[in-house]
């Protein structure tokens, strides 16, 4: 369990909602369609028998159609669009101390044209051994995301370092040796984060091999827990140093101040 974040546990109602919003965006201009048309054309054969009534109530069916065909995409894209800043929430959460095997259908956009293919194909052959594959997937996603993260937060230290450069005290000397230890800690994450990826990415070709051949994981489940591992380990660092850091900006903002 991660110490700085509660685990965040994907619920029941996490899952309807997701489908409320997928499946509402799909049907969104269909339903806001033909319900109103499909009204006025009932009405067409109840109240139609004369020209006039008959005539304005056609009008009304198109009208209706295609009126409720262009509010209903206009549904669907704001649930799209929704749907993706709630997904993304929840992913984040999800992932604060590593992605799990259990947790990959989450991240599927986030994998390769091959790997679902693979995934797809090893789930129809060998269940235990689908489980070993997304166990690595998610691992190579971890390590993904950590790299990304580790790059984007070295190249803010980077710039508030510089940014200190031109400060003369003590208090502005004491912050640079401590963004230098930051960022020694996140090369550090970063290069484990790297030596992560390229291990799964190894796995990730030994199971497709053994899925091929047939075999089974017996002799890969070493591997695979040490993975398991550092899945869990480096994003609990790397959350460990972006609290080092967000607590050095909150420094800095109070010192600037002060100079100020």
């Known amino acids: 369990m991660n110490e700085l974040e509660p685990r965040y546990e994907v619920t029941r109602r996490d899952l309807a909602k997701d489908k409320l919003l997928k499946y509402g965006a799909w049907t969104s201009p269909a339903l806001f369609s033909v319900v109103p048309a499909l009204f006025f ?3 067409f054969f109840v109240f139609g028998s004369t020209p006039p009534a008959a005539v304005s109530l056609v009008f009304l069916t198109v009208i209706s159609l295609v009126i409720g065909f262009v509010f209903g995409l206009i549904v669907a894209g704001g649930m799209m669009f929704y749907r ?4 993304a929430t929840i992913k984040e959460r999800i992932a604060v101390d590593g992605i799990k ?3 990959v259908e989450w991240f599927k956009n986030e994998l390769t044209t091959a790997e679902r293919k693979s995934l797809r194909e090893i789930e129809s052959k060998d269940l235990l051994l689908a489980d070993a594959f997304r166990d690595t997937l998610a691992a190579r996603m ?3 995301r950590i790299l990304k993260s580790t790059k984007t937060e070295l190249l803010l230290v ?3 370092q510089n940014k200190l450069k031109y400060l003369k005290s003590e208090n502005s000397t004491s912050l640079q040796e401590e963004l230098k230890t930051d960022a020694s800690k996140l090369k550090k994450i970063k290069t484990e984060a790297e030596e992560m990826l390229t291990e799964a990415q190894t796995r990730v070709q030994m199971i497709e091999a053994a899925s091929r051949r047939g075999t089974n994981l017996i002799d890969n489940q070493l591997a695979l827990k040490k993975l398991s591992v550092r899945t869990a380990e480096l994003p609990l660092a790397l959350e460990s140093a972006r609290m080092d ?3 050095r900006r909150e420094i800095e903002r109070e010192f ?3 100079e100020k």
């Not at 993706?84 to 997904?87: A, D, G, H, R």
């Open 256 to 258: 600037d101040q002060v």
């Open 142 to 144: 971890t390590a993904t």
């Open 41 to 43: 054309f009932i009405l």
């Open 245 to 247: 850091e967000e607590i």
């Open 101 to 103: 095997a259990q947790e």
């Open 158 to 160: 980077q710039k508030r």
């Open 84 to 87: 993706s800043k709630w997904l």
